[in-house]
């Protein structure tokens, strides 16, 4: 049986729409794609790193490194558009929170969880002193964003998951 797995990774691929619409038409009937994908992009974490990567100083350079609009990344948006490759769709969303240990020693805990994801081509494109003035000006914002309780970030995090079969709407109408 053929089995498709991706998990967090699909929001980085650039047209992962029509990959997922090829996947769809083009495995054998009866496979199965299971996929999760943030739906994060209008978090507060987000909204604020475009914020910063707008301001003049980072505009030409690091704004454009930013993912664009999800186009429809919501749970009803991936079982249309799998349900129109012919599958039998069972698709869902969910928020969930973390609770990110926040020491007053170190970054604010957002901001370390988002080094290691969507400030990674950001890191990449800055010299050390762009670097270090574009995540203290991001970690003001994210520490009103997300204050510490309690010595801990609450970080509310949305994620769309949909389990999808080939072939299944065919079979269906014969
Ligand atoms: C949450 S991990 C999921 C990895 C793996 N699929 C799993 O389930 O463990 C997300 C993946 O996206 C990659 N990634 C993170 N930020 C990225 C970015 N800005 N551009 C491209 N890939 C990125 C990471 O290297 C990692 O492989």
Redesign the pocket.
Known sequence: MDVVI????LQ?VPGHRELLTRWARELPAGAWLAVQVPGNFDAPSHRALREVADRPAWRADVAPLLRRPPADDTAVGYAGLLTGAGCAVDAWETTYVHLLPARVDADHPVLSWLE???L??VRAALDAAGWADFRAELGVRLAEAYPVRHAQVHFPFRRVFFVARTGARAEENQ
């Open positions: 991706s998990n967090a990774v980085w290691g994801t969507a990674r081509p």
